[in-house]
């Protein structure tokens, strides 16, 4: 009898790391990069935008992270 081939299921750590999409403020059009995080709210980089804190700001303009849009890839 052949032992069936047991597949990896649930392996988490093989997850991969989709790239987050860049937001942008919708007033003075600042980048919040996750790559890069926020250096000026101590955001470490890898922080998805919606990881981010509830009281979290734009550090530019102090607009609150509703008037953040995704930014649209541009040729
Ligand atoms: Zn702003």
Do not use: N
């Not at 996750?34 to 804190?53: R, S, T």
């Amino acid at each position: 009898m052949k032992k069936r081939a047991e597949k990896r299921i649930g392996d988490t750590s093989a997850r991969i790391a989709e790239p987050q999409p860049l937001m942008e403020c919708g007033v003075c059009w600042r980048v919040y990069d996750p790559a890069e995080g926020d250096p000026v709210w101590q955001i470490e980089p890898g922080v998805a935008f919606e990881d981010l804190p509830a009281d979290w700001r734009c550090p530019e303009c102090d607009s609150p992270r509703e008037k953040f849009l995704r930014r649209q890839d541009e040729p």
